[in-house]
């Protein structure tokens, strides 16, 4: 069994600043084919998914590290891993990625791995891309790696 401290920082290591706050008050659910827990870590793998509320987060392997009793670190890997998320007035946020890890102790979330997130009001892709969650900064790019984003032009008003 999975200690509720976990999912609700499985939920925060994907939740964007500005996310449906309804989104925390909602039950979790978590799926996969096989899980293994000890008192340092848990791993869900095959087929994990995870929901709460407008947040969804699919990836082949999912890995919670604790120390001291609290969860450290969240790791999310799949071909690609990827989350989905209604952002409060912006509609739905996705992100995809090699690689989602959640690093509490820095307060970051780090994409790597041919990353692509996805807003109504664009997309960024990149191969590497951190997320600073406390400030909102974005921060993406790696050596010898490029950024590329497209903004859609505002809708006209009627």
Known sequence: MIDRRVCLLLLLACAQASALK??????????SDRSETTSARTELTGN?????????????????????????????????????????????????????????????VVLTGDVRI?????????????????SGLLDAGSEGGRVQMTIKPKTAPN
């Open 22 to 31: 309804t989104d925390r008050q909602q039950e979790m659910g978590l799926k």
């Open 118 to 134: 996805e807003r109504p009001r664009g997309t960024m892709r990149s191969e590497r891309v951190v997320y600073h969650v406390d």
């Open 48 to 108: 994990v998914e995870i929901d709460q509320g407008s947040l969804k987060i699919r990836a082949a392997r999912a890995v919670i590290e604790q120390a001291n009793g609290d969860v450290s670190r969240v790791v999310f890997d799949g071909a690609p891993a990827t989350l989905q998320q209604e952002v409060e007035d912006q509609g739905l946020m996705r992100a995809e990625a090699a690689n989602i890890e959640y690093v509490l102790s820095e307060d970051k």
